[in-house]
Each structure stands twice: as structure tokens, then as C-alpha cells.
Nanobody
Framework: VQLQAFGGGLVQPGGSLRLSCAAS????????MGWYRRAPGKQRELVAA???????NYADSVKGRFTISRDNAKNTVYLQMNSLKPEDTAVYYC???????????????WGQGTQVTVSS
């Protein structure tokens, strides 16, 4: 299973970016999907997560500004980020809990990370 993330970049404060992450490989099903981030000098933190049923969970720092969504047909998770702040600057990682064809357990898979920089 491979996860490919897209959409990072440089944006001014108050701007928007949309991240996407597509999972490929012999995937049978996916439970939770999510986005994490690691800012310089800080530990990795959960930004947002979404269950297979569409229930969402957000870090307090991004509530009302970020929206997570998923397309189950495409095995893809999105993160719409609005009203970006300099403190949102970090490497963003996507994560899925996936089950591979022929297996009966779910495993966590990680994307390679995409840099988001919010600066004027």
C-alpha cells in the first residue's frame, strides 16, 4: 500500500490550500483516514480524522478553519485548509488504517509528507 500526498506549498496568512492523499495497492477496505502534522521543534499532532462512516474529529486549533473529507471510491482523503495562520506551518502527513486483500487485520500506513508554509 502506498500513499501519495499532494497540495502543499507556500501561502500567505489568511489563504487556503487543499491537500489530497490517494492510497493505492491491494486495498480491501479502509477504516479511519486522517491528517497529522509536525511543525519544526514540535511533536507530530493529529490535525483531523474521518471514519469510514463520515464522522470527523479535529484538533481544537483548526476547528472552523479546516475540513476533512474522503472519497471511498478513490481511496482518497482531502484536507481543505482555510484562513491559514503562520502557526499552521508544518509537514503534513496523511494516514490510513487499511486492510490489504487476503488479510484480516488493519494496519496503519503513512504518506511521505507535504510541506505547508504560511508566510507573508
Amino acid at each position: 500500500v502506498q500513499l501519495q500526498a499532494f497540495g502543499g506549498g507556500l501561502v500567505q496568512p489568511g489563504g487556503s490550500l487543499r491537500l489530497s492523499c490517494a492510497a493505492s495497492g491491494s486495498i480491501f477496505s479502509i477504516n479511519d483516514m486522517g491528517w497529522y502534522r509536525r511543525a519544526p521543534g514540535k511533536q507530530r499532532e493529529l490535525v483531523a480524522a474521518i471514519t469510514s462512516g463520515g464522522r470527523t474529529n479535529y484538533a481544537d486549533s483548526v476547528k472552523g478553519r479546516f475540513t476533512i473529507s474522503r472519497d471511498n471510491a478513490k481511496n482518497t482523503v482531502y484536507l481543505q485548509m482555510n484562513s491559514l495562520k503562520p502557526e499552521d506551518t508544518a509537514v503534513y502527513y496523511c494516514n490510513i488504517e487499511g486492510r490489504v486483500l487476503g488479510t484480516f487485520t488493519y494496519t496503519n500506513y503513512w504518506g511521505q509528507g507535504t510541506q505547508v508554509t504560511v508566510s507573508s
